[in-house]
C-alpha cells in the first residue's frame, strides 16, 4: 500500500491542488493532510475542499487551524502576519464542525510496523517543531517505528534508534526553497518513505500578486537555497 501525505499549505490553493495532482499520479491509495489549511494567506479554499472532501483526504489539526477555532481575537501585530482574525467571521457551521473533529494523531499499524502522523512532535502533537537539526535523542521512548510531522516546512528523513522519522514538508510555503513544494508517499510494504518537490515558482508569482501578504511570507516564498532537501520532479 502506497500512503500520500501533504502539509501546511496556508491558503495557497494552487500549490495544494498540484501536490494533491502529483500524490494521484502515483496512484496512492489513502492520502493525509498533515494540517494547516490557512494561514499567512486570507483564504478559507484549501480549508472548504479539505471539509467538502473528507473521503477523499483524511486532515490532522494544525496550529494555525487550532488558532482559526478560537474566539478571541489574535494579538493584531501576530494577525499581520497570520492573516486569520478576517476568516473567523467567515467560517460555516459545516467547516467549524469539521475543524473540531480534527484529531492531533492518527495512528495505524502496517506491513512494515507502526505508524503515526501529526502536526508537530510526539512531546507535542499540534505546536512542536522538529527542524532537520532537532536532536531526536529525546524520541528515544516513541512506540512507533514512522513518524511523520509537519509544521516547519522544512522536509527531512532522519533515522534514529531504528525509528524513521520523517517531515513532509510544506505544499504551500516551503522554508528551505520557497519555489519547490513538497509531497511524501511512504511504501507500506517496504517501510521507505520518500520526500518528492515540485516547482512552484509561477504559483507563487500569482500568489504574491493577487494577495495581500505580509513581507515576511513574500521573503520565504522567495527565498532560494541550493541545499533543499528531496527528489525534484520533472513536472
Known amino acids: 500500500m502506497k500512503i500520500g501525505m501533504l502539509s501546511d499549505a496556508h491558503g495557497n490553493i494552487d500549490g495544494f491542488f498540484k501536490a494533491l495532482k502529483i500524490l494521484k499520479s502515483f ?5 493525509y ?3 494547516d489549511a490557512v494561514g499567512y494567506v486570507s483564504s478559507l479554499e484549501v480549508l472548504a475542499y479539505l471539509t467538502e472532501n473528507t473521503s477523499l483526504i483524511t486532515s490532522i489539526l494544525g496550529n494555525h487551524d487550532a488558532m482559526l477555532l478560537q474566539k ?4 493584531e501585530k501576530k494577525d499581520k502576519v497570520y492573516q486569520l482574525n478576517q476568516l473567523k467571521d467567515k467560517l460555516s457551521v459545516k467547516i467549524i464542525e469539521h475543524l473540531s473533529s480534527l484529531p492531533q494523531v492518527i495512528r495505524k499499524t502496517v506491513k512494515c510496523g507502526r505508524l503515526a502522523m501529526m502536526h508537530g512532535s510526539p512531546d507535542d502533537l499540534t505546536n512542536g517543531y522538529v527542524y ?4 531526536l535523542e529525546g524520541y528515544d521512548g516513541v512506540e512507533d517505528d514512522f513518524i511523520f510531522m509537519a509544521n516547519t ?7 534514529q534508534s531504528n525509528k524513521v522519522f520523517v517531515n513532509v514538508g510544506s505544499c504551500g510555503l516551503p522554508r528551505d526553497q520557497g519555489s519547490l513544494g513538497s509531497v511524501c508517499i511512504f511504501d507500506t510494504d517496504s517501510g521507505i518513505p520518500t520526500i518528492f518537490r515540485y ?3 509561477e504559483i507563487n508569482n500569482q500568489l504574491i500578486q493577487n494577495n495581500k501578504l505580509h513581507e515576511d511570507v513574500v521573503n520565504v ?3 532560494t537555497n541550493e541545499n533543499c532537501y528531496g527528489n525534484k520532479l520533472n513536472l
Open 153 to 159: 516546512h522544512r522536509p527531512f528523513i532522519r533515522e
Open 27 to 31: 496512484n496512492v491509495d489513502e492520502i
Open 72 to 75: 478571541k481575537s489574535i494579538e
Open 132 to 135: 532537520p537539526d532537532t536532536s
Open 199 to 201: 516547482e512552484m515558482k
Open 221 to 223: 516564498l522567495l527565498r
Open 33 to 35: 493532510f498533515l494540517g
